[in-house]
């Protein structure tokens, strides 16, 4: 059984509360899942392996990324039973569908509804491009079939990979589309808003040999978290957990 999704409401009006606060951490702490043996992209594909899926924000800003083989909306498209692909660059959407790939130019953020319903939504590192990531979230919920799960993907800004960029450049210099960051308990209250659970959040990197020996005596020293480069966040339906 799932743990019920965390509200700090239900503590106090006020969100620093201290017992709020103090007990979100356990929690947060009991729904991280971390995976050692697949990388974020692996991951996304075994669980989309079989399903009805959607993905939202596939043409990763170019078209150069339509004939890699790693491009990730072909990955997930062949792992999937069925797959829809969403983008609002109408242009390039025009041309996956000469491809042979079915994309739907349509705002992620808007109150459309595409009439379908999906085992799946995946938001591959879109939450943190768009200006309204609470309306994204309800466009991931409207099209979740009735035990459908949401997967977010998005980079963690206090992972070791962005300190060392910090400390080489004084600031951290990131993709310049970017307009905010991610954390567990940020995707809590998204959660909240936009009427969802947060039931899980995944942390995604092969580790293996002496690199893991290593990283498990490290992690008694530093945050686990800090190791892993994404964050991603697992949402259904609040009547699923």
Same mark, same amino acid.
């Given at each position: 059984?799932?743990?019920?999704?965390?509200?700090?409401?239900?503590?106090?009006?006020?969100?620093?509360?201290?017992?709020?606060?103090?007990?979100?951490?356990?929690?947060?702490?009991?729904?991280? !899942?971390?995976?050692?043996?697949?990388?974020?992209?692996?991951?996304?594909?075994?669980?989309?392996?079989? !399903?009805?899926? @959607?993905?939202?924000?596939?043409?990763?800003?170019?078209?150069?990324?339509?004939?890699?083989?790693?491009?990730?909306?072909?990955?997930?498209?062949?792992?999937?039973?069925?797959?829809?692909?969403?983008?609002?660059?109408?242009?390039?959407?025009?041309?996956?569908? !000469?491809?042979?790939?079915?994309?739907?130019?349509?705002?992620? &953020?808007?109150?459309?509804?595409?009439?379908?319903?999906?085992?799946?939504? *995946?938001?591959?590192?879109?939450?943190?491009?768009?200006?309204?990531?609470?309306?994204?979230?309800?466009?991931?919920?409207?099209?979740?079939?009735?035990?459908?799960?949401? @997967?977010?993907?998005?980079?963690?800004?206090?992972?070791?990979?962005?300190?060392?960029?910090?400390?080489?450049?004084? &600031?951290?210099?990131?993709?310049?589309?970017?307009?905010?960051? *991610? &954390?567990?308990?940020?995707?809590?209250? @998204?959660?909240?808003?936009?009427?969802?659970?947060?039931?899980?959040?995944?942390?995604? !990197?092969? *580790? &293996?040999?002496?690199?893991?020996?290593?990283?498990?005596?490290?992690?008694?020293?530093?945050?686990?978290?800090?190791?892993?480069?994404?964050?991603? *966040?697992?949402?259904?339906?609040?009547?699923?957990?």
């Amino acid at each position: 059984m799932m743990n019920k999704s965390f509200d700090w409401t239900t503590y106090s009006d006020d969100p620093n509360n201290e017992q709020a606060r103090a007990e979100v951490l356990p929690w947060l702490l009991n729904i991280r !899942k971390v995976h050692l043996d697949s990388n974020l992209l692996d991951y996304v594909c075994d669980r989309t392996r079989g !399903k009805r899926v @959607l993905d939202i924000g596939v043409v990763s800003h170019s078209a150069s990324y339509f004939e890699d083989e790693g491009w990730r909306h072909r990955r997930i498209r062949d792992a999937a039973a069925y797959c829809v692909g969403i983008d609002i660059l109408e242009p390039l959407v025009n041309e996956l569908n !000469k491809r042979g790939f079915d994309v739907r130019c349509v705002d992620a &953020t808007s109150d459309a509804d595409i009439g379908e319903r999906f085992d799946i939504v *995946f938001l591959g590192d879109v939450i943190e491009h768009v200006d309204n990531p609470v309306a994204l979230l309800r466009f991931a919920g409207r099209h979740l079939a009735p035990d459908g799960r949401i @997967l977010v993907s998005t980079p963690n800004p206090f992972s070791r990979k962005f300190y060392r960029r910090f400390r080489r450049h004084g &600031t951290p210099i990131v993709n310049l589309d970017h307009c905010a960051w *991610f &954390t567990p308990t940020i995707a809590l209250e @998204l959660a909240r808003r936009a009427g969802l659970a947060l039931i899980a959040y995944h942390l995604p !990197k092969p *580790f &293996t040999g002496i690199r893991r020996l290593y990283h498990h005596f490290v992690w008694l020293f530093e945050p686990l978290e800090y190791s892993f480069p994404d964050y991603v *966040f697992e949402f259904a339906r609040p009547d699923v957990t």
